[in-house]
């Protein structure tokens, strides 16, 4: 039993060291999937990007930042209040269980791109920079999708709550 820990790491070492896959990006037990951000129109100085953040470790660990060299990077969250929708930067980052995924998808949780310096263009790649508390920083590429986009391989058609349920479908 105290040899398998070894070689699960052996194992992930040496797949560490194969060419890394395209848009996935890790650092300890942190694992980012899927990144993307949304074009922006050429007057914008702000735009969003989108990723799951995985965490394979046995801690939570939590997304305390992240930067980029083309603008200031905020975790920001969305809410529901009075009816309204609304968003704000989340105030202690973003909590990421043990052995479980969080995703960062429009309407949800998300990286918000401030005064950027120019335009996100549809299939440019934009790099940013997260921090976690544990894994510690991990440089992230993201592909930047459409205007319209939903995501890679996202959902078409979804329900959008009514607001007149009276409780919350999630
Ligand atoms: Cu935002």
Not at 147 to 157: E, H, N, R
């Amino acid at each position: 039993m105290s040899k398998l820990p070894f070689l699960a790491l052996a194992l992930f070492a040496a797949a560490g060291a194969a060419p890394a896959l395209a848009q996935e990006a890790k650092a300890n037990d942190i694992v980012i999937e899927k990144p993307w951000a949304r074009a922006t129109p050429k007057s914008a100085d702000v735009g969003a990007g989108y990723l799951t953040i995985r965490n394979n470790g046995a801690a939570a660990d939590r997304l305390t930042g992240a930067s980029s060299d083309f603008a200031s990077v905020e975790v920001h969250e969305m809410k529901m209040e009075g009816g309204v929708m609304k968003m704000m930067e989340t105030k202690n980052g973003l909590n990421v269980p043990a052995h479980s995924s969080v995703g960062l998808a429009p309407g949800g949780y998300h990286l918000m791109f401030t005064h950027l310096t120019h335009p996100l263009t549809k299939g440019e790649t934009i790099k940013a920079t997260l921090n976690f508390e544990h894994a510690g920083p991990i440089e992230v590429a993201f592909p930047v999708l459409g205007v319209g986009a939903a995501g890679p391989g996202a959902a078409k058609g979804e329900t959008k709550p009514t607001g007149n349920m009276g409780g919350m479908k999630m």
